[in-house]
């Protein structure tokens, strides 16, 4: 079956480094996101990996690795700010995105 | 506009009313969608529509019926919903020639169904 997982919650220090993985089993495979969502707002665009490697965005990274359907987003130099739902989704060979539930990042002072 | 928008942004109805919920983008996408959210679920994506056509009905109770007049702009009329039916309605648009087809969301809708 279709499935994404990623943990519920994570707490991380303002200032600090922090993983957020996703692990997926689909039946297709296009490529892989991650949103952004802070509370009460749109998800917003954050990284798309379709092959295998690091992709680095600023403070933000995402990795991907095709053969173990796993990906992950760091997070550099942590603000108060990146307090949010990171939603990792695969795309399938349609339009589809297959979603995960999200992971709600705390930040601690 | 910009972006992708979205009316009412909270709506709150009775199981017996009928009501309709809009969305706009102004991206000049070929591609729109309806999207459930609710409390720590994954999104549910209802229907997806590609050049004005629909490409996709995820098995959605058909109190839900989406209407696409043309590709900028996307309706999801509502009538005798159910509680479990309160939730954030997502719309989102993209570019489907694009290589990643990422989508661009709105604010959504809070709905709540008494």
């Known amino acids: 079956g279709q499935n994404i997982d990623q943990p519920t919650e994570m707490t991380a220090t303002e200032g600090a480094i922090v993983q957020i993985n996703c692990t997926y089993q689909t039946s297709g495979f296009n490529g892989l996101f991650w949103y952004q969502q802070h509370a009460g707002e749109a998800p917003t665009f954050l990284s798309y990996n379709v092959l295998d490697g690091l992709e680095e965005k600023g403070r933000f990274s995402s990795f991907l690795s095709r053969s173990k359907g796993y990906s992950y987003l760091l997070l550099k130099e942590l603000q108060m700010k990146d307090s949010a739902s990171y939603l990792c989704a695969v795309k399938e060979a349609n339009y589809q995105l297959i979603w995960g539930a999200g992971t709600k990042l705390i930040i601690k002072p | 506009e910009t972006g992708v928008t979205q009316t009412p942004r909270h709506l709150v109805m009775g199981m017996t009313n009928k009501k309709s919920l809009k969305c706009e983008q102004h991206?000049?996408?070929?591609?729109m969608y309806w999207y459930k959210q609710s409390a720590k679920k994954p999104l549910e994506l209802m229907f997806v529509y590609n050049f004005k056509e629909q490409t996709e009905n995820n098995s959605v109770p058909s109190r839900f019926s989406p209407e696409c007049p043309n590709s900028s702009h996307l309706f999801l009329h509502l009538h005798t919903l159910q509680p479990e039916d309160s939730a954030l309605y997502l719309c989102?648009?993209?570019?489907?020639?694009?290589?990643?087809?990422?989508?661009?969301f709105g604010p959504g809708t809070r709905l709540t169904v008494t």
């Open positions: 989102a648009s993209s570019q489907v020639t694009d290589s990643s087809y990422e989508q661009y």
């Open positions: 991206l000049g996408h070929n591609a």
